[in-house]
């Protein structure tokens, strides 16, 4: 399918970790660039982390850098944002988007698929 589908999210304490999936048909062509993006409420949405089709270029966030990862295993048209040390502020709805491009994009409107997101909650 064209339309990234989110795993992984949850209810969490402050500290704790979680990993979300994003599948796609379209990722195990490496020609499509991936990144996560999230929405809190009243908030607009927030740049995570991205990565190239290649998977050797990733880019993280300020709110999220040295806390979040993201990797990509192709031959299972999957990728993943690793979230550890998690904050109450990292509450939001956590969205999957591609793209057919070798580089980064780190703007939602670079990007042309979309799934529909998975809820990550912290609770201090």
């Known amino acids: 399918q064209m339309q990234p589908v989110e795993s992984g999210g949850g209810q969490v304490q402050a500290g704790g970790s979680l990993r979300l999936s994003c599948a796609a048909s379209?990722?195990?062509?490496?020609?499509?660039?991936v990144g996560w993006f999230r929405q809190a409420p009243g908030k607009e949405r927030e740049f995570v982390a991205a990565i190239s089709a290649g998977g050797t270029s990733t880019k993280v966030g300020d709110s999220v850098k040295g806390r979040f990862s993201i990797s990509r295993d192709n031959a299972n048209n999957t990728v993943f944002l690793q979230m550890n040390n998690l904050k109450p502020e990292d509450t939001a709805i956590y969205y999957c988007a591609s793209r057919p491009s070798m580089m980064i994009h780190n703007w939602p409107s670079e990007y042309t698929h979309w799934g529909q997101g998975t809820q990550v909650t912290v609770s201090s």
């Open positions: 379209e990722l195990s062509a490496s020609r499509y660039a």
